[in-house]
């Protein structure tokens, strides 16, 4: 149980371009959803949380208008890129959490390879 | 802020070996913390996870302990294979997952 599918699992496209991620909780509905970055050989660093229905919330120094994240139901969240550029490149990670308690675990989707020509 | 360091940041050993990956952290307010398995270029597997409540969890030939006072944590890895070759990742739980910068572990045959 506790399944999260993440997709695409990659992507190559050109500068300026907006990409589109999605975060699926298969078997269980997800209260929270989160997005990481990883970039090479660093750990996952949060880029923000959201909650069904309302406004994520972002960590300090990311930047919102550039990384959309909308979750708008309970079992799915989505991040867009917008106007990508090179330096967005990085591996995107989502996870979710079927409880509204920090406490509980997050379950991780297998990531997103997004490279930005 | 809570800060998440693992060492070594790098191991190799050979097959079937025993070994210990450390993990400590600075702010032990936490609800739990939790072991992760990357392979290069994948998404995360969980390996076990020790609530702030308990000492050690176990999982075939895993065995993470948590010392929360002391703010340390470690996972040992009884009789390693190659396919246990990976980076390893702790992550501490304190209303935020916050991850170390993992141990690449290289088991050779």
């Known amino acids: 149980g506790a399944v999260v599918s993440q997709h695409p699992s990659w992507v190559i496209c050109k500068s300026g371009t907006s990409v589109k991620i999605e975060c699926r909780s298969l078997?269980?509905?997800?209260?929270?959803m989160f997005w990481y970055r990883q970039f090479p050989k660093q750990s996952l660093m949060l880029m923000a949380t959201?909650?069904?229905?309302?406004?994520?919330?972002?960590e300090q120094g990311v930047e919102k208008d550039k990384f959309l994240i909308n979750h708008a139901s309970l079992t799915l969240s989505t991040l867009t890129v917008t106007s990508a550029h090179p330096e967005d490149s990085s591996f995107y990670i989502c996870s979710a959490r079927n409880s509204e308690y920090s406490n509980q675990p997050q379950h991780f989707g297998d990531g997103t390879r997004l490279s930005i020509l | 802020k809570q800060e998440v360091t693992q060492i070594p940041a790098a191991l190799s050993v050979p097959e079937g070996e025993n070994l210990v990956l450390n993990c400590s952290f600075t702010d032990s307010a936490i609800y739990n913390l939790q072991w992760f398995r990357q392979d290069p270029g994948k998404g995360l597997t969980s390996l076990l996870l020790i609530q702030s409540s308990q000492r050690e969890q176990t999982s075939g030939r895993l065995n993470a302990s948590l010392d929360k006072s002391s703010g340390r944590s470690t996972l040992y890895i009884a009789a390693s294979q190659p396919g246990d070759s990976a980076t390893y990742l702790c992550?501490?739980?304190?209303?935020?997952?916050?991850f170390g910068a993992g141990t690449i572990l290289r088991v050779k045959s």
């Open positions: 992550a501490v739980n304190g209303n935020k997952l916050v």
């Open positions: 959201s909650n069904e229905g309302s406004k994520a919330t972002y």
């Open positions: 078997d269980f509905q997800a209260t929270t």
